[in-house]
């Protein structure tokens, strides 16, 4: 009988929007894997993330292995009015709620853009330490995020930190898939025991 492998504790590191750039490909490539993408969805995205880095506010954090390849990525920004999921997320809302829930959590967040684990590593906590760090020190009131409908592990994750229903069953243009919208006020609390 052979010992599993020793899992040596990931290292996470804030990119750069030069070292972002860089590894790319490889925060693609999990993105796809993680999402249940076909494959030419890399190609497709990558022009839009790399519009994102340019927003104010963008900051990534990377969780790496121990030979440096990224094992999760995470990344956001400040949202706001005229960005295309900014629109897509109040149109939903007036549609599902009203004007004064849109400006309740429209007014002052952070878009958590992206998230993603290897999905050969997840489950140890990796997305909750990437979460955690790419939130702390944000200045804004709300944090928002869109995942799909249904049970995962990221549905645990966003309720275990507090994550409430903002907009739920909504189709966001382009892709056939429900997805929910989740929220909660800024800062995080610290995590527990």
């Not at 890399?42 to 440096?68: F, I, K, N, S, Y």
């Amino acid at each position: 009988m052979t010992a599993a492998p020793d899992r040596q504790e990931p290292q996470f590191v804030s990119l750069s929007a030069d070292e972002f750039r860089g590894r790319l490909r490889e925060a693609l490539e999990i993105y796809v894997e993680a999402m249940r993408y076909p494959p030419g969805t890399a190609e497709q995205r990558a022009p839009m993330w790399l519009t994102h880095v340019l927003r104010e506010g963008w900051r990534c954090v990377a969780a790496l292995d121990a030979h440096g390849a990224l094992l999760g990525i995470a990344y956001g920004y400040r949202g706001r009015p005229g960005q295309w999921w900014h629109e897509q997320v109040r149109r939903g809302l007036l549609k599902a709620r009203d004007e004064e829930t849109a400006q309740h959590w429209l007014t002052d967040y952070f878009e958590l853009t992206e998230i993603h684990v290897r999905p050969n590593s997840q489950g140890a906590g990796i997305g909750e330490e990437l979460l955690r760090r790419l939130l702390d020190g944000v200045g804004h009131e709300h944090v928002l995020l869109s995942t799909p409908e249904g049970p995962s592990r990221a549905w645990q994750l966003y309720r275990r930190i507090g994550f409430s229903d903002v907009l739920r069953e909504y189709h966001f243009a382009g892709d056939p898939r429900a997805f929910a919208v989740l929220g909660r006020a800024l800062p995080l609390d610290e995590p527990g025991p």
